[in-house]
């Protein structure tokens, strides 16, 4: 079992930056995918980015392309979103995901852990 706690949620401004952090334990880190899913009020909750163990593969939802970057630090055990030119739409509650396998993922059928969830208010 992975335990992940999530860190650096927070209320900005359009066009602002914000870096989220989530911190596991448990699984070997560097066993397993990792990613960011976002749940906004009334809507579904939808896959941001996920890298692969090795970070050679990662994966952006297009609503972020450009703007999002995610990584990883097999070391730190620490996966991170570096989020850029932030727009109102981005307002959710961000949940640091640990896949099951290697591979990266692309819904929440592939995941094994959840973290607790982080808000990241951006206003206009």
């Known amino acids: 079992q992975v335990q992940l706690v999530e860190s650096g949620g927070g209320s900005v401004q359009a066009g602002d930056s914000l870096r989220l952090s989530c911190a596991a334990s448990?699984?070997?880190?560097?066993?397993?995918?990792m990613g960011w899913f976002r749940q906004a009020p009334g809507k579904e909750r939808e896959l941001a980015a996920a890298?692969?163990?090795?970070?050679?593969?990662?994966y952006y939802a297009d609503s972020v392309k450009g703007r999002f970057t995610i990584s990883r630090d097999n070391a730190k055990n620490t996966v991170y979103l570096q989020m850029n030119n932030v727009k109102p739409e981005d307002t959710a509650v961000y949940y640091c995901?640990?896949?099951?396998?290697?591979?990266?993922?692309?819904?929440?059928?592939?995941?094994?852990?959840w973290g607790q969830g982080t808000q990241v208010t951006v206003s206009s």
């Open positions: 995901a640990a896949g099951r396998g290697r591979g990266v993922f692309f819904s929440d059928s592939d995941v094994s852990s």
């Open positions: 448990g699984r070997t880190f560097s066993s397993y995918a």
């Open positions: 890298v692969s163990w090795s970070a050679l593969s990662i």
